[in-house]
Each structure stands twice: as structure tokens, then as C-alpha cells.
């Protein structure tokens, strides 16, 4: 059973540009959730989808940034003209219920770069 | 969530327990422990979560007070690998709050 895939692992992007993180969940679970980490510092909540769904968008920027979880593929992170603020590692985790003893397993990250 | 308190670091000689306190004094009757690692560039790793009994599986046992004010991480057996930072996390069971707050966590070294 796979776990969580995360691609790119490494992602460099030009100031302006824009960078797309994808995310596989686990087999069989419907609930994603999308952390970064900054260097140095701690993971940070960003968002938490269901199918098609925003949940809860309560730690994402409210510009530049969105997220999606189609019905078919990937999860993506979308973060359009990119600041060198943005470089950070950006983590993704699912799991299999949205219930509180329903553990997120998460991925290797995405570490985005950005000069 | 309730907040959690962590000693910042810890040392363990190898081949000895490891146990990780956390205090949790505000949590309430319904939100589970959890416990993650974070191995250097790494994504969290789940360890293992509880309610109100002790929980052990293949990586660790976890130790829950009574009162379920405080809990303990026990690693039975350190090896080298199990260096990382150690995360505590509390999680209510409420549709729509499930996602984990991690705090600063325990940085975990073991020693050869």
C-alpha cells in the first residue's frame, strides 16, 4: 500500500512565477490536508479538503494561494507569482476519515524553491 | 484544541527507553493524544494516538494519566534512527476540526 505521494520533491521557480504542488493521497482516503514548513520554524496548517470540497481554508494566505481536490487525480497546490517568501517545504497528508481518531499520514514534501 | 506542553530537548543513550512527557492539562473528555516524529526534512511520521487507555503498537507504547492531564511517548529500545523532534497533539473529534496543530515538540537525541 503506497504511502502519501507528493511531486516534485524539489521545485524551483523564478520570483513571478507560478508553482503547482501535487499530492496523492493513501489508497482508499478521501481527506487531504496541506501544511508548510518554513525554515527553521514549524509545520503550519494550511488547508483541509474532502472530494471536491474546501473544508477548511482557515491557514492559507488569501492571495496568491489555492488548493483543490478534484472528484478524479491529485490534490493541487496552486501558488501563483511567487515571492522568495514562498521557499519553504510544503507537506500533504491524508487520511482515511475526517473522524478525530482517524490518524493523517503525511508525504516526503515538496520543497519549493524560490529565486 | 487543548495546547500541549513540551520539554524543548531530551537525550537517550542507545538501547535504552525513551520517554516523552507531555502535559496537557485544559484537554476535555472527548479529544485524543497523538503523537508524531519529524525526522530531519522528513514528513511527520505517525506514531500512535489514544483516548483514555495505554496504547502500544510495533513503535511505541503510549501512557496516558487517569486524569488524562499529562501522557508519556515510551521508544522501549532508542536506536540511532529515532533522533527527530517528537510532537504531542491534542484533536478534537468534531466534523470539521480535524486537522493536527503542531506546536515546537520535543527534540529528541539518542546518543551512541
Known amino acids: 500500500n503506497a504511502g502519501v505521494m507528493q511531486n516534485p520533491r524539489h521545485l524551483v521557480r523564478r520570483r513571478g512565477q507560478e508553482a503547482r504542488l501535487r499530492c496523492s493521497p493513501m489508497?482508499?482516503?478521501?481527506?487531504v490536508y496541506w501544511y508548510r514548513q518554513l525554515p527553521e520554524e514549524g509545520l503550519k496548517f494550511m488547508v483541509y479538503?474532502?472530494?471536491?470540497?474546501?473544508?477548511?481554508e482557515s491557514g492559507m494566505p488569501k492571495e496568491r494561494f489555492s488548493a483543490e481536490f478534484p472528484k478524479e487525480g491529485p490534490s493541487i497546490l496552486r501558488i501563483q507569482q511567487v515571492v522568495r517568501g514562498d521557499s519553504a517545504a510544503y507537506f500533504c497528508?491524508?487520511?482515511?476519515?475526517?473522524?478525530?481518531?482517524?490518524?493523517?499520514?503525511f508525504g516526503n514534501g515538496t520543497r519549493l524553491t524560490v529565486t | 484544541d487543548a495546547k500541549t506542553t513540551q520539554p524543548p530537548s531530551m537525550d537517550c543513550a542507545e538501547g535504552r527507553a525513551a520517554n516523552l512527557p507531555c502535559n496537557h492539562s485544559?484537554?476535555?473528555?472527548?479529544?485524543?493524544v497523538y503523537w508524531y516524529r519529524q525526522i530531519h526534512s522528513q514528513g511527520p511520521q505517525y506514531i500512535i494516538h489514544?483516548?483514555?487507555n495505554n496504547e502500544t503498537n510495533e513503535m511505541a507504547s503510549l501512557i496516558i494519566t487517569e486524569d488524562r492531564k499529562s501522557s508519556t511517548l515510551i521508544l522501549p529500545h532508542a536506536t540511532l534512527r529515532d533522533t527527530a523532534v517528537y510532537y504531542c497533539?491534542?484533536?478534537?473529534?468534531?466534523?470539521?476540526?480535524?486537522?493536527?496543530?503542531f506546536g515546537q515538540g520535543t527534540r529528541l537525541t539518542i546518543n551512541p
Open positions: 497528508a491524508s487520511s482515511i476519515q475526517g473522524a478525530g481518531n482517524s490518524p493523517l499520514h
Open positions: 489508497k482508499g482516503h478521501s481527506h
Open positions: 479538503l474532502q472530494k471536491e470540497n474546501i473544508i477548511d
Open positions: 485544559t484537554i476535555s473528555g472527548n479529544e485524543y
Open positions: 489514544g483516548l483514555k
Open positions: 497533539i491534542v484533536r478534537l473529534p468534531i466534523q470539521g476540526a480535524q486537522k493536527l496543530v
